[in-house]
């Protein structure tokens, strides 16, 4: 993916997260063993790290959810930049890399099936820095 296609679909995913931000206060959430959490606004939140120090991997290589929107959060304990991105059916969503101690989030509206999550940080995802996202 060029840097400019990287960009641009940064920049629309944060437009359509701040045009998604409510003051919906009062919403409750559940987290389950896997990592997975599901909020009374809709949708599943899905907790990841990066791999601490220098290296070149995520905590998990599997994440499951159900279909609808997800979320996942990227933690950044790494000495490395990182990010999270989400492809496969259609769908090739990116955010920002975020440094050490960051935070990066990536959601998308997810059909039922099989998509990879990884890293886009160049020579990242060759190391091994992606998983699987399964959708029921």
Do not use: W
């Amino acid at each position: 993916m060029s840097a400019r296609r990287l960009t641009l679909t940064a920049g629309a995913l944060a437009a359509l997260a701040l045009a998604g931000c409510g003051g919906g206060g009062g919403s409750t959430s559940s987290t389950s063993p896997s990592g997975a959490s599901s909020s009374a606004g809709g949708g599943q939140k899905l907790s990841l790290r990066a791999g601490p120090g220098s290296k070149l991997s995520f905590d998990r290589k599997a994440l499951r959810a159900k279909a609808g929107r997800v979320t996942i959060v990227m933690s950044n304990p790494s000495q490395l930049s990182h990010n999270v991105a989400i492809e496969g059916g259609g769908v090739n969503a990116a955010v920002e890399v975020v440094g050490p101690g960051g935070a990066s989030t990536v959601s998308a509206n997810l059909k039922p099936g099989t998509y990879t999550f990884f890293c886009t940080v160049p020579g990242h995802r060759e190391a091994g820095m992606q998983g699987t996202l399964t959708l029921k």
